[in-house]
């Protein structure tokens, strides 16, 4: 079991930045996945940005080169630096956690954290 709290969102004017935390309840080191969705109103929960290993990060098209996903494991903690907000990013962040089981994957997601970008 892993829970996860997200934190850090807030209103922000566009062009700004913001770092958004994912604290998870024990060592991440082991975990198959972990990743950032977002979903705004009325619209699907879509994919951010996705660490699979400790060295490779995706991120969706929509944010390549604004966003930057990374971890610190001694905290138990991965990270979201958000640049160049657009009123597009406003959504709500969640932050969400792959384990592998001898039957599959079991995902786990936080809360979630309100991000609004507007003037």
């Known amino acids: 079991q892993v829970q996860l709290v997200e934190s850090g969102g807030g209103l922000v004017q566009p062009g700004g930045s913001l770092r958004l935390s994912c604290a998870a309840s024990?060592?991440?080191?082991?975990?198959?996945?972990m990743g950032w969705y977002r979903q705004a109103p009325g619209k699907k929960r879509e994919l951010v940005a996705m660490?699979?290993?400790?060295?490779?990060?995706d991120y969706a098209d929509s944010v390549k080169g604004r966003f930057a996903m990374s971890r610190d494991d001694s905290k138990n903690t991965i990270y979201l630096q958000m640049n160049s907000l657009k009123p597009d990013d406003t959504a709500v962040y969640y932050c969400?956690?792959?384990?592998?089981?001898?039957?599959?994957?079991?995902?786990?997601w936080g809360q979630g954290t309100q991000v609004t970008v507007s003037s």
């Open positions: 969400k956690a792959a384990e592998l089981k001898p039957w599959g994957t079991q995902n786990y």
């Open positions: 024990r060592s991440i080191h082991s975990l198959a996945g």
């Open positions: 660490i699979v290993s400790s060295e490779i990060t």
